[in-house]
């Protein structure tokens, strides 16, 4: 399975992005397809996951409200909406596949990662 993950940026503290995660490789049904992200000198964190088959969300508290993700079935494709972008939330952001709840440890499969630069 590989993941490519692309939308990440520079902006400036109050804007919007949209990343995107493309799967492919093989097909998966019953899978959790997520973002975690790793800030500058912190540990990874967990930050919103989407069951594929049903495309229930969850979502990390912190980042309830700001960040929205939704799936796209036909393409394989996983997309995290981030609006009001804040400083804090610079990192580089990782999309991941498991066949189970995601968390902090994430899944099984990992993208490279697409950095994001929020300005204040």
């Known amino acids: 399975l590989r993941l490519v993950e692309s939308g990440g940026g520079l902006v400036q503290a109050g804007a919007s992005l949209r990343l995107s995660c493309a799967a492919s490789?093989?097909?998966?049904?019953?899978?959790?397809m997520g973002w975690s992200r790793q800030p500058p000198g912190k540990e990874r964190e967990f930050v919103a996951a989407?069951?594929?088959?049903?495309?229930?969300?969850y979502y990390a508290p912190s980042m309830k409200g700001r960040f929205t993700i939704s799936r796209d079935f036909a393409k394989n494709t996983v997309h995290l909406q981030m609006n009001t972008l804040k400083p804090n939330d610079t990192a580089i952001y990782y999309c991941?596949?498991?066949?189970?709840?995601?968390?902090?440890?994430?899944?099984?499969?990992w993208g490279q990662g697409t950095p994001v630069t929020v300005s204040g």
């Open positions: 991941t596949v498991g066949p189970k709840y995601l968390g902090v440890s994430g899944g099984n499969y």
């Open positions: 490789g093989r097909t998966f049904s019953n899978y959790h």
């Open positions: 989407v069951v594929w088959s049903t495309g229930a969300t």
